[in-house]
């Protein structure tokens, strides 16, 4: 079997990383990279949207249906067993990447967005009207509207700490608006839209403090750092797959045991029961009590093999190399004519946003696309935020850890386009 | 491969810097909200009729210089003439920048809105040039809610607003 991912994988091990320099290899680990636009090298810059896949990625979840394929936790066949064993293993994988105590903890769901609705749905499930839950001005739309609805079938009222003109949070706000009927504190590791790391181990110490459980929405942060949700002392930790090399509609809910198993099931199907009778009906035990239905098996398996590749990969070489992304076109877009760099946060992830003077964030993007370069543009689902820094829309370039200086000269070099068609009148 | 300019003509680049008919119509009859959920663009669009007949189009709002320019062409294209004929006008601009220009058969000739033919080699953006159209429909409807442009998002598909009497 000349295309084994097992060995493949092996291989790739065997050829080691060790420090940054070698990280520059790894571009070749990623098929989607070798395609052009419009004639030109792909500059892939949207990593904030979705991360490319490595070829390991792709061949655990080829694999899988072409060997694997059967329904897991049912079948008393040799392929049910098999599919079971993997999804499984992919739990005891994504427990470890996370540092949990207990694979129960481990929740597989279709991402950060399914993670946070479950919490919202089933811890928020016991908001009485004037409770208060308390998220921030830099959340995703996906960190805001669950709770809204949650705040919505309760009663209970939505808090929010403001965000300061580098777009860090406003740390004596969050201690004030932290109150005796605050349920949870919701609020991202990382902004998608700005790149701001917020100081997440001081703000849960602080709500613990009070006895208020934290959910970190770590979409943003999975990809740039390792996490640990021991040391981080969270109560609820929510990541996509897809944005960490993995597939799309995977993701994990980190949950606190003792939450976990307070709170009420969320949806009901296959799987998360024990009993079921008209007159009555008891549920599974964790994780499954969580899991109704069958799961993307072959998405979380491949996604263990994603959490694989990046710990192999190394964290501290990934980080090394993206803030000298990050760092490298900062600089550049400090001397860029007429441009205004959005989050300016002195702990920052590689995600540079911006608007150019004049120039609609879209026309941009269509200027970069043009040239090969793909970014995002738009509000990034974070409308409340774009109010608060006064604009419609920014231009986000996001690194990963294939991205190369060249990427960043070619942001640069493309964006030299947009005062060629609009003039400079 | 299209190429930038195709998108980006002289006259494009002049009605998003200097859009005509900019602002508020104090007397107009009729008036709607556009709102482009994927990128912001908004739009509030005032139009005053006579005996079905359009007088003055004027719009305010933000958003990218193809939603801006073609709001501002609009705004000149429709002066005079009756709002069956802008119901016409706006068949023909569809099909101009989805790319379907054959499939609208002989429809009024589309002027200077001509110059956002380059749209249709540019999907993404069909919903931009759209938005002051969606708009004005929904103004002629005295729709209240804002309209929307999210179905524009895959090419090929009919446009969303309401009320559309053709293709709709």
Redesign the interface.
């Known amino acids: 079997m000349r295309d084994d991912p097992k060995e493949r994988a092996a291989l790739g091990r065997a050829a080691g990383t060790g420090p940054a320099g070698d990280i520059v290899r790894r571009r070749a680990d990623f098929p989607i990279l070798a395609r052009t636009v419009?004639?030109r090298p792909l500059v892939y810059l949207d990593n904030g949207a979705t991360s490319q896949k490595p070829q390991c990625v792709i061949d655990v979840e080829t694999h899988y249906y072409e060997h694997l394929n059967a329904n897991v936790h049912r079948g008393v066949h040799r392929l049910s067993q098999e599919a079971t064993d993997a999804y499984e293993g992919a739990r005891d994988t994504a427990r470890e990447f996370l540092n949990a105590v207990q694979r129960e903890e481990i929740v597989f769901v279709r991402g950060t967005t399914e993670a946070i609705n479950l919490v919202a749905n089933s811890f928020g499930a016991r908001f009485r009207a004037g409770d208060e839950v308390l998220i921030t001005g830099m959340e995703h739309h996906s960190n805001i509207v669950p709770w809204q609805l949650a705040c919505e079938r309760s009663g209970a009222v939505l808090k929010v700490v403001p965000v300061d003109d580098r777009g860090e949070l406003d740390i004596e706000a969050f201690g004030t608006l932290l109150s005796p009927r605050t349920r949870i504190v919701a609020l991202t590791h990382v902004s998608n839209a700005l790149g701001t790391i917020n100081p997440v181990r001081e703000l849960i110490a602080r709500a613990h403090a009070r006895g208020v459980p934290v959910l970190l929405d770590g979409a943003q942060a999975v990809p740039h750092v390792a996490i640990d949700v021991q040391a981080l002392d969270c109560d609820f930790y929510a990541f996509s797959g897809h944005k960490l090399y993995g597939p799309t509609g995977t993701g994990v809910l980190y949950g606190r045991r003792a939450l976990l198993e307070a709170m009420p099931p969320w949806q009901g199907g296959g799987d998360m029961i024990r009993q079921v009778s008209f007159a009555h009906t008891t549920y599974n035990d964790l994780p499954y009590k969580f899991e109704a239905g069958t799961p993307n098996i072959a998405g979380a398996i491949a996604l263990a093999e994603a959490m694989r590749y990046v710990r192999e990969v190394g964290f501290d070489a990934i980080a090394a190399h993206e803030h000298a992304l990050l760092r490298d076109a900062t600089e550049r877009a400090q001397a860029f004519p007429g441009l205004r760099l959005i989050g300016t946060a002195r702990e920052k992830a590689a995600i540079l946003s911006f608007v150019l003077e004049?120039?609609?964030?879209?026309?941009v993007g269509?200027?970069l696309?043009?040239e090969g370069v793909a970014v995002r543009?738009?509000?990034h689902c974070a409308?409340p935020l774009?109010e608060r820094f006064g604009v419609?829309?920014t231009v986000r370039a996001s690194f990963a850890l294939y991205n190369t200086h060249e990427d960043v000269a070619a942001l640069f070099a493309a964006l030299e386009?947009v005062p060629e068609?609009?003039?400079d009148? | 491969m299209p190429e930038l300019r195709d998108l980006y003509q002289e006259l494009i680049i002049d009605h998003g810097r200097r859009p005509r008919n900019y602002g508020v119509l104090a007397d107009a009859n009729h008036q709607a909200e556009g709102f482009n959920p994927l990128c912001g663009d908004r739009i509030r669009l005032f139009v005053k009729t006579r005996e079905g007949v359009i007088e003055d189009v004027h719009f305010e709002g933000t958003g990218c210089a193809i939603s801006t320019a073609s709001a501002s062409l609009m705004s000149e294209a429709l002066k005079g003439r009756t709002e069956a004929e802008a119901r016409a006008l706006f068949d023909g601009f569809h099909a101009l920048v989805t790319g379907h220009e054959g499939a609208a058969g002989a429809g009024p000739p589309l002027g200077k809105l001509e110059v956002l033919a380059g749209v249709a080699e540019f999907p993404a953006r069909v919903k931009c040039a759209t938005l002051a159209w969606h708009t004005l429909v929904a103004a002629l409807h005295d729709q209240h809610t804002p309209v929307t442009t999210e179905r524009d998002e895959q090419p090929g598909t009919e446009p969303a607003a309401t009320g559309r009497t053709a293709d709709g």
């Open positions: 419009n004639d004049d120039v609609h964030a879209h026309d269509s200027i696309d043009h543009t738009g509000h409308m774009m419609a829309a386009k068609v609009f003039g009148a």
